[in-house]
């Protein structure tokens, strides 16, 4: 809940014992991490925006484990988060981002012309080719935290600094209170439209309050290029289009960030970002690049063979179904993206989608023709 | 009971004796004499109210006709004691616009002091929630003595089962929107201790839902005294389901005709019932039930939280008052297809739901019938309007059957 903490102090007249949440059913990030000793150390104290260790953690007390993947079970309030609560957040960390360390550094890498190859994913296997991530503006509190007043500042520095793209990126905003039927309609055609959350993940932190007042959705009239404004983080970006040009997503993708970028440079404003977490998310999990990229891709084959997880795995490929993270897959057509986030740049993650999906869509080929894929099967990355 | 709470109750205790004392008037005058009850420290606000008043436009609920934005900007800033501040109050209201059967009310109470600290926005709602009960002027009956309840036993052949239910909050603790945990397993441990002392046909059990084990689940769930995490928005949104389900649980005798939830939507719910028509017995025991678990709770140096403006204090400001609902399902299969149905229960101040509570439709001619009212009138007075009111039913019901035409009766007065 936003501001004025009082509530937090009031908690201290209690024993540690008593305040602190019974984990030992829980299954996620946060239960690993946080002991007696740690809640009782960091009990006390608050980021400059009121944000506190409980209001960190509720989501995680609140869904003690997910049936498909280890969720991290805390978000951050506000940047200040991250550094205030890093005695719990950096293990979080380290146990999410394959053992980044809190001394590690983060490399950005925007350039798509760094991207090999790319441009030439089958596009009788690869359906649909997609990146997205997530910017928070310096300044304001997230989602988890933020007032009406703070969203609503959100909104319009965003809304405004997107009516000013042009050429491939010119486009509108649909916000979602207000919104007509048939623009609705079109939305949810386009595969556009974000609903209210319905997880409890993104409940339990207090991200859907107050909707659907200041969220609303941004689209070029390309309809390739995509923003969500105050979802599950203060900006989503997104650049997608159907087959499997993976090159020329991402090169949208780059210069429309850098875009957007600019134009809030241009009024004094940032993102959050730093030399050690990269981008700064609402959730842990997306810190680094925030990025994932990935395609809706026909695996009916390669996904009923039994070394199909330790082939992703080793691609450091994630498999989700096409309804996203909490969906499974359907007709053999899996989401295939990258599982890495913080620790390597967005080149190297889409470049490790591009290459490893190439990879599969031949096996897939080979075991069409009922032959065996054992030699193709790679090292791990 | 001398543990850290001590601290913290003594000043609360203060807090609940002076709300006894005071009597209001319409100006800000009205909260800076009761000098223990006004806020805790000011709240940190970036943006001015104007910048933060919800937009309320598309809403329906009492909160939202009653929020100006003028009483926002007055109450934004202040925070009760424990910090429970005016968002926390009304943001279930603000995310839930409407309900499909009921006007909602549309905020909460997180302590015992937001009803003093925003009661420039409580004070209507309640007037417009209990039928232009005025909390600034009113006093409210309260009256447990179920030996002055008149012909409380209804025909079995039409009334399936009789439930007296009600809430009481231990004062000197959060409610369930605001309490952290240690609050909350403080009121656990109070009420489970208190309830051990129960004996005769009051003696029983109780059940953790942390610990249960799956045979006591079942038999809860197949006794239909099984509660569940809130799935509704209405209680989600403000808070109540969090930490779910650290320190709830239910508590019933070994007859399972008395049952108590803890730490549900208030800090606990006291129901009694049986199947069948005898209200007068299941009023009976809900009284002495009651009254047992008063005198518990305060041998221990505890009590309920109550006032006289506003009667026993609970979660939602639906509930003060006596925070009592009364009443069968019954079957009225005449009756309920008569067009007259809906302003004969209007006028015996009845509500009608289906059997599956609060939020469901009736299933066939089976209807849950209760009082309307919470405060204003005294238990005694609820539970003998639905004693009245339900065997003018069965009256109705009973000339149907026989072909005879029935009345409206006229409007109920008190």
Not at chain 2, 107 to 118: K, L, N, P, R, T
Not at chain 2, 129 to 149: A, C, E, I
Not at chain 2, 252 to 268: R, V
Not at chain 2, 361 to 374: K, M, P, Q, W, Y
Request: hydrophobic fraction near 35%; aromatic fraction near 8%; include cysteine.
């Amino acid at each position: 809940m936003p501001f004025g903490n009082t509530h937090n102090n009031f908690k201290l007249n209690f024993k540690v014992e008593e305040e602190y949440p019974d984990l030992t059913k829980h299954n996620n990030h946060m239960a690993k991490v946080l002991t007696k000793d740690m809640y009782a150390k960091l009990r006390d104290k608050q980021t400059p925006s009121g944000f506190t260790l409980d209001d960190v953690i509720q989501t995680g007390v609140d869904n003690p484990g997910h049936p498909f993947i280890m969720t991290v079970g805390c978000v951050a309030g506000d940047e200040e988060s991250y550094e205030v609560f890093k005695d719990l957040l950096d293990p979080i960390i380290s146990d999410r981002h394959s053992g980044y360390k809190p001394t590690d550094k983060h490399k950005t890498d925007l350039n798509f012309e760094n991207l090999k190859g790319g441009d030439d994913l089958d596009p009788n296997y690869v359906l649909s080719s997609r990146v997205r991530t997530g910017r928070s503006i310096k300044g304001y509190a997230l989602p988890p935290h933020n007032s009406r007043g703070e969203r609503r500042a959100v909104e319009r520095l965003s809304v405004e600094a997107l009516n000013t793209l042009d050429g491939e990126f010119k486009g509108k905003y649909y916000p979602l209170k207000g919104m007509t039927d048939a623009e609705q309609e079109q939305l949810i055609n386009d595969h556009f439209l974000f609903d209210k959350p319905v997880s409890p993940l993104l409940l339990g932190a207090g991200m859907a309050r107050d909707w659907p007042d200041s969220r609303g959705i941004w689209h070029n009239d390309g309809k390739s290029f995509l923003v969500w404004v105050n979802e599950e983080d203060h900006l989503r970006v997104i650049s997608m289009e159907k087959g499997g040009n993976m090159k020329e997503v991402f090169r949208r993708f780059c210069v429309g960030l850098r875009k957007i970028e600019e134009t809030f440079k241009k009024h004094n404003h940032c993102f959050m970002w730093n030399e050690h977490l990269g981008y700064v998310l609402t959730c842990p999990s997306n810190l680094g690049t925030g990025l994932r990229g990935g395609v809706h891709v026909k695996l009916p084959k390669l996904s009923t063979h039994a070394k199909f997880e330790e082939i992703l795995g080793r691609l450091r490929l994630q498999k989700r179904g096409t309804g996203g993270v909490d969906t499974a897959s359907v007709g053999g057509v899996f989401d295939i993206s990258n599982a890495d986030r913080l620790g390597s740049s967005e080149v190297d993650q889409v470049q490790m989608v591009v290459d490893g999906v190439k990879l599969m869509v031949e096996m897939e080929k080979k075991l069409e023709k009922g032959e065996a894929i054992d030699g193709m099967i790679p090292a791990q990355k | 009971m001398a543990n850290n709470f001590a601290r913290i109750l003594s000043s609360k205790r203060n807090v609940g004796i002076l709300s006894l004392v005071g009597a209001g008037s319409l100006t800000a005058a009205f909260l800076l004499n009761r000098e223990h009850v006004t806020a805790g420290a000011q709240v940190r606000r970036v943006y001015p109210a104007s910048a933060e008043y919800p937009d309320l436009r598309k809403h329906n609920n009492c909160m939202a006709s009653h929020l100006t934005p003028a009483i926002y900007a007055k109450l934004v800033e202040k925070a009760t004691p424990n910090g429970y501040t005016l968002d926390q109050a009304i943001q279930t209201g603000v995310d839930n616009p409407g309900h499909p059967f009921i006007k909602t009310v549309g905020m909460v109470a997180g302590d015992e002091e937001s009803y003093e600290v925003f009661a420039d926005l409580l004070d209507p709602v309640i007037k417009e929630r209990h039928n232009g009960y005025d909390p600034q002027t009113m006093t409210h009956p309260t009256d447990l003595d179920s030996s002055k309840l008149k012909s409380g036993k209804f025909d079995d052949r039409y009334v399936l089962s009789s439930r007296v239910r009600t809430g009481r909050s231990i004062r000197g603790l959060s409610l369930p929107p605001a309490c952290t945990r240690a609050e909350r397993r403080e009121v656990e441990r109070v009420v489970v201790d208190a309830l051990a002392g129960l004996k005769g046909d009051l003696a029983g059990t109780y059940y953790s839902l942390t610990h249960m084990t799956d045979q006591e689940q079942q038999q809860l769930i197949d006794d239909h005294f099984l509660f569940d995490k809130p799935v509704s928005p209405l209680l989600t949104c403000s808070g109540m389901a969090r930490d779910w389900p650290d320190a709830r649980g239910i508590w019933h005798n070994n007859t399972k005709t008395f049952l108590i939830w803890i730490n549900e939507e208030d800090h606990t719910r006291v129901i009694s019932m049986e199947k069948g028509g005898n209200m007068k017995r299941v009023f009976d025991r809900f009284c002495t039930g009651l009254k047992e678990v008063e005198r518990l709770i305060q041998e221990k140096g505890w009590e309920f939280m109550w006032n006289e403006r506003l009667g026993y204090i609970l979660t939602c400001p639906s509930n003060l008052g006596t925070g009592l609902r009364a009443g069968v399902h019954v079957n009225l299969p005449k009756l309920s297809k008569d067009p007259r149905f809906t302003k004969i229960l209007d006028n015996l101040r009845l509500q009608k739901r289906g059997t599956g509570g609060v939020d469901t439709a009736a299933v066939g001619s089976t209807f849950d019938i209760s009082n309307l009212d919470r405060l204003g009138q005294s238990e005694v007075q609820l539970v003998q309007t639905v004693v009245d009111g339900v065997n003018y039913l069965i009256d109705c019901e009973k000339k149907l059957e026989k072909g005879q035409d029935i009345k409206i009766p006229p409007p109920f007065k008190k």
